[in-house]
């Protein structure tokens, strides 16, 4: 995938960060004692794409399109079936079976459930102090004054330190949540919906959180979420999954106010905005793809009123748009084409 640097950090110069090389992810399969096959889900078909330093990646997509499958294999949570990820360079899912505790420091979860994600048995001060003693080696005096750094960082009281997750609001405790992945100073931060259990004030707050934090300790941010509103305010770029495959990917402006694919369009038709209804109308009895058997070609085929006997019979490449080599989609049929 080519895509242009975002220069946003100071660690480094832009350049790549994370590259996913056709990463695939198969649940299941093999055979029985007896030798029948076992069924098999096909989660993520061969996502490439690369992260630059220092910018904003957002992925979008339907439930079950691949994107919390993404995420747990970048924080070594689960390991691709097959395909390449590698992290400034280095294997990434050779350095998760070496060592997770280095993988930890390079790379950190935001879960999207805020309260399921801390431990109810420990106190906040606990919590932030465990990846300070286990991934850095502070001694005490260290973590002192780290973990009050912290919350000041998310803007919470230091008094809340010796108080328990169910003491807090769900917007208060992803705060926690948010200075628990800062505290192993990581340089690249998962964030799996991170505000999709929040209040839409809440969720705001927690946003401008974020976004001063990037700047701040320079941070390359992965941002998944389905509420294309969110990915679009705080995204460089944006990548659209569609039954684990990519089937958009470029600058977050092109892609929201010019995009190519028809799954990207009926997403976007299809988002509540206020003061006007959704204008995307798709037949509930709409055949949706397999996942325990793929159809041939494009998948995207049966809800695509582009579709064409080409689109069944191949699968169509990731293709830059003609007027933007940044911006590209998997579409025999794009829209905005000019030949």
Partial sequence: MHSSAVGKGGRGVSETLLKIDAAERIFGG?????????PAVHALRGVSIEVQRGETLGIVGESGCGKSTLARILVGLDQPTCGAITYDGEDLC????????????????????????????????????????????????????????????????????????????????????IARALAADPELIVLDEPVSALDVSVQAQVLNILDDLKQRFNLTYLFISHDLSV?????????????????EVGPARSVFSAPRHPYTHLLLQSAPAPGRKPTAVENAETELPDPY???????????????????LQSEPPLEPSPIDDRHFAACHHPHGRTS
């Fill in 30 to 38: 093999g055979k029985t004692l007896f030798g029948s096959p076992l």
């Fill in 94 to 177: 050779a350095l998760a079976r070496a060592d997770g505790r280095q993988l930890a420091r390079k790379i950190q979860y935001v879960f999207q459930d805020p309260l399921a994600s801390l431990n109810p048995r420990k106190t906040i001060r606990a919590i932030l102090e465990a990846p300070l003693v286990h991934l850095l080696g502070m001694d005490k005096p260290a973590r002192q004054s780290r973990v009050e750094e912290l919350m000041q960082a998310v803007n919470l009281a230091p008094e809340f330190l010796e108080r328990y997750p169910h003491e807090f609001s769900g917007g208060q405790a992803q705060r926690i949540g």
């Fill in 231 to 247: 990915v679009e305010s705080v995204s460089d770029r944006v990548a659209v999954l569609y039954f684990g495959k990519l089937a």
């Fill in 293 to 311: 058997n793929p159809p041939p070609g494009c998948a995207f085929h049966a809800r695509c009123p582009r579709r064409s006997n080409l689109c």
